[in-house]
């Protein structure tokens, strides 16, 4: 386990911020890492197992079990690079909150989210089963929570108290000053780990949202989760291939040709015959995940209204616009208008 904490790269992001806090104790903040007594100016990441050393020497030196929090108010959405911005400029609070469900490993490999819809509620659930964190799994939690709920606020543009973010141990001995940092409303002893909103908010627009700013930042996210994924990861990569595949679609606005099999077998030094087995192992196939990813991009394009649904039939490179409209339908089960006005 710790020989592949000591291959996953982090961004120093986080440790540079501690040093800021803590100029006087750098020495001990870094003890035990390898990195010395202080941080290149040019050094932009470091290993997973070296952040989690730096946060083992937080927690020594402060001897607070809040830590976790305090450390968690300094930070805000913009903290986070091209996460963050992907996240402020996606077109709804939905979409931002998909992005950090989907790029959380690029901030922080060590721990896993997921996204459902449970009653009326859209949960972002933690997972810390891959790299059981001990001791440090209630504090950086606690920092991960603040971030989901400082991004909430940033697009709502107040304290988003309808937020509901649940915790699976009881209370700890802090646990009172969660008022002072969360909005919303603290449960314990819960089934599971997550962060939890009305469904009906992921529609919120989101005010800085910058079409081209959104898609960069996303391409950049992609960059950086693909320096994480393991080569036999090939589900993972084929689903990034194709996601970016499809975004020179809204980039360039024009047409472009449909995927190829072979296309992606070649970026996966893969040849076609072994990528389908790859995929089919994993309960999937290349026609399945083209399809997810056009039926993503014409969900999006519904959404905005710059885009006619014939002009979003031609992007799709359907024939027309009633080709599209079947093809939609049986993708989700509804027509393209239909969606369109249940979005507004």
């Known amino acids: 386990?710790?020989?592949?904490?000591?291959?996953?790269?982090?961004?120093?992001?986080?440790?540079?911020?501690?040093?800021?806090?803590?100029?006087?104790?750098?020495?001990?903040?870094?003890?035990?890492?390898?990195?010395?007594?202080?941080?290149?100016?040019?050094?932009?990441?470091?290993?997973?197992?070296?952040?989690?050393?730096?946060?083992?020497?937080?927690?020594?030196?402060?001897?607070?079990?809040?830590?976790?929090?305090?450390?968690?108010?300094?930070?805000?959405?913009?903290?986070?690079?091209?996460?963050?911005?992907?996240?402020?400029?996606?077109?709804?609070?939905?979409?931002?909150?998909?992005?950090?469900?989907?790029?959380?490993?690029?901030?922080?490999?060590?721990?896993?989210?997921?996204?459902?819809?449970?009653?009326?509620?859209?949960?972002?659930?933690?997972?810390?089963?891959?790299?059981?964190?001990?001791?440090?799994?209630l504090p950086l939690i606690e920092v991960l929570m603040q971030i989901a709920s400082s991004y909430v606020d940033a697009v709502m543009g107040h304290s988003a108290r309808e937020v509901i973010v649940q915790f699976a141990w009881p209370a700890p001995p802090h646990a009172a000053l969660y008022a002072q940092y969360f909005n919303g409303?603290?449960?314990?002893?819960?089934?599971?780990?997550?962060?939890?909103?009305?469904?009906?908010?992921?529609?919120?627009?989101?005010?800085?949202?910058?079409?081209?700013?959104?898609?960069?930042?996303?391409?950049?996210?992609?960059?950086a989760l693909n320096s994480l994924l393991h080569p036999k990861d090939i589900l993972t990569r084929a689903e990034h291939w194709l996601m970016a595949h499809f975004d020179q679609l809204t980039t360039l606005g024009d047409p472009i040709s449909q995927p190829r099999l072979d296309d992606l077998a070649a970026a996966l030094a893969l040849s076609p015959r072994t990528l389908i087995r790859r995929l089919d192992e994993h309960g999937s196939s290349f026609r399945s995940l083209c399809s997810a990813q056009q039926q993503q991009l014409a969900c999006r394009l519904l959404s905005d209204a710059r885009y006619s649904v014939s002009d979003i039939a031609q992007l799709l490179g359907y024939s027309d616009a009633a080709n599209f409209g079947r093809a939609f339908r049986q993708m989700t089960g509804v027509a393209p208008g239909q969606y369109r006005r249940g979005k507004r």
Request: proline share 6%; net charge positive.
């Open 1 to 137: 386990m710790n020989s592949e904490l000591n291959q996953l790269p982090t961004p120093s992001t986080y440790t540079r911020l501690l040093l800021q806090r803590w100029p006087e104790q750098a020495g001990n903040l870094l003890a035990g890492t390898g990195l010395g007594d202080s941080l290149a100016p040019t050094t932009t990441h470091i290993s997973a197992a070296q952040q989690l050393q730096i946060f083992r020497n937080v927690m020594a030196l402060t001897g607070r079990t809040d830590w976790g929090l305090i450390f968690g108010q300094q930070l805000n959405i913009t903290s986070h690079g091209p996460l963050g911005f992907a996240a402020l400029s996606a077109p709804t609070l939905g979409e931002g909150l998909d992005v950090l469900v989907q790029f959380a490993r690029i901030r922080s490999p060590f721990i896993s989210f997921s996204a459902s819809q449970q009653n009326n509620f859209f949960c972002l659930t933690v997972d810390t089963t891959r790299y059981p964190l001990g001791e440090l799994e």
């Open 185 to 223: 409303r603290c449960e314990f002893n819960a089934a599971t780990t997550a962060f939890k909103l009305p469904a009906g908010l992921r529609r919120l627009p989101c005010p800085l949202h910058d079409e081209k700013t959104y898609r960069a930042a996303l391409m950049r996210c992609r960059e």
